[in-house]
């Protein structure tokens, strides 16, 4: 266990029709890397024939596959942060089960890392999504990249490499929710970027909405900033000093003029404005509040059903 140099963990939720074709390519990419290395899969829950076909895979090369199988579905990030707990290498890289990433470019990022570098990103040199998520995705990363200062070109891209430092880090923290780019940016010395490929999904479809990327954004802004609440703050303060000028305004126009009925539909539309920003404030406030409650519940993570692995 103390020499294996590189681990490479992957999870895997509902990707039996493209496991093999990740087998053909995954396996002989690393042999050349010529380093000890070994894989882990972490099974989400998967509903269909992954476990097996993983279960087989592990048979197949029992000498660099470990297999975590979890008890049900705890999310792409808890995988992850399951095969940092479980892994040995002294570099870690994380992979997508659906081919998007080729296993060929883990050269680049072990390469950079050579350099000096502590964790290293990865820009997808072309993105083959559709044009909203392309899209919603720039708007995203620009937005995040205001409030967290977090600075991750392409966040979505999963390929990506961390040295055993960083993960240490990374498994002392004990936060319910977080997002591992980026708490690992905040960690490291060092950290770089390299431009990678990106292919169409060998199959099965992505299991990212667009509901999805805003709820990861969120769990993002929340979890490294306040600085959305202080956004909030200073626009309720601007709110209220613009209100008191206004109702000042339509006294004096009262006394001038008396009473009127025509501006009615004027104050309904921004009695109306000013409750949708209350209630956007409401659950702003909720989603730290929320963090909160996830936190002191001290529930585990996630549960593991077992794990498949060679015993010397």
């Known amino acids: 266990m103390n020499t294996i140099q590189l681990s490479v963990i992957i999870p895997v939720y509902n990707e039996e029709?493209?496991?093999?074709?990740?087998?053909?390519?995954?396996?002989?990419?690393?042999?050349?890397?010529?380093?000890?290395?070994?894989?882990?899969?972490?099974?989400?829950?998967?509903?269909?024939?992954?476990?097996?076909?993983?279960?087989?895979?592990?048979?197949?090369?029992?000498?660099?596959?470990?297999?975590?199988?979890?008890?049900?579905?705890?999310?792409?990030?808890?995988?992850?942060?399951?095969?940092?707990?479980?892994?040995?290498?002294?570099?870690?890289?994380?992979l997508d089960a659906d081919l998007q990433n080729p296993p060929e470019d883990i050269a680049n990022l072990l390469s950079?890392?050579?350099?000096?570098?502590?964790?290293?990103?990865?820009?997808?040199?072309?993105?083959?999504?559709?044009?909203?998520?392309?899209?919603?995705?720039?708007?995203?990363?620009?937005?995040?990249?205001?409030?967290t200062r977090i600075k991750i070109t392409d966040q979505g891209c999963m390929l990506r490499a961390y040295d055993r430092k960083i993960i240490d880090a990374i498994n002392s923290c004990k936060e319910v929710n977080t997002f591992i780019p980026a708490l690992a940016y905040s960690f490291a010395r060092n950290p770089?970027?390299?431009?990678?490929?990106?292919?169409?999904?060998?199959?099965?479809?992505?299991?990212?909405?667009?509901?999805?990327?805003?709820?990861?954004?969120?769990?993002?802004?929340?979890?490294?900033?306040?600085?959305?609440?202080?956004?909030?703050?200073m626009l309720g303060i601007s709110i209220s000093v613009l209100s008191a000028f206004f109702v000042a305004f339509l006294l004096v126009r009262r006394l001038i003029i008396g009473p009127e009925a025509e501006g009615l539909f004027t104050l309904f539309a921004i009695a109306f404005l000013l409750i949708g920003i209350t209630l956007f404030g409401i659950g702003l406030l909720g989603e730290y509040v929320g963090r909160i409650y996830q936190q002191v519940r001290h529930r585990p993570r996630y549960l593991v059903d077992a794990v498949l692995e060679r015993h010397e």
Not at 38 to 67: C, H, K, M, W, Y
């Open 17 to 94: 029709e493209g496991l093999q074709a990740l087998f053909d390519r995954l396996y002989p990419a690393l042999d050349k890397l010529g380093v000890a290395y070994e894989i882990l899969f972490i099974n989400d829950g998967s509903r269909d024939r992954s476990p097996a076909i993983l279960r087989e895979q592990f048979q197949n090369r029992p000498d660099v596959t470990r297999v975590i199988l979890f008890q049900g579905n705890f999310g792409q990030h808890m995988a992850i942060m399951a095969g940092f707990e479980f892994a040995h290498g002294q570099r870690m890289v994380t």
């Open 112 to 147: 950079k890392m050579d350099e000096g570098h502590d964790y290293v990103g990865s820009i997808r040199r072309q993105r083959n999504d559709s044009w909203w998520r392309h899209a919603a995705s720039r708007a995203m990363n620009n937005l995040r990249e205001r409030i």
């Open 192 to 233: 770089a970027e390299v431009v990678v490929g990106h292919e169409e999904r060998a199959a099965g479809e992505s299991k990212y909405s667009l509901y999805s990327l805003i709820r990861l954004n969120f769990d993002l802004m929340t979890g490294f900033s306040v600085v959305p609440l202080q956004m909030f703050s």
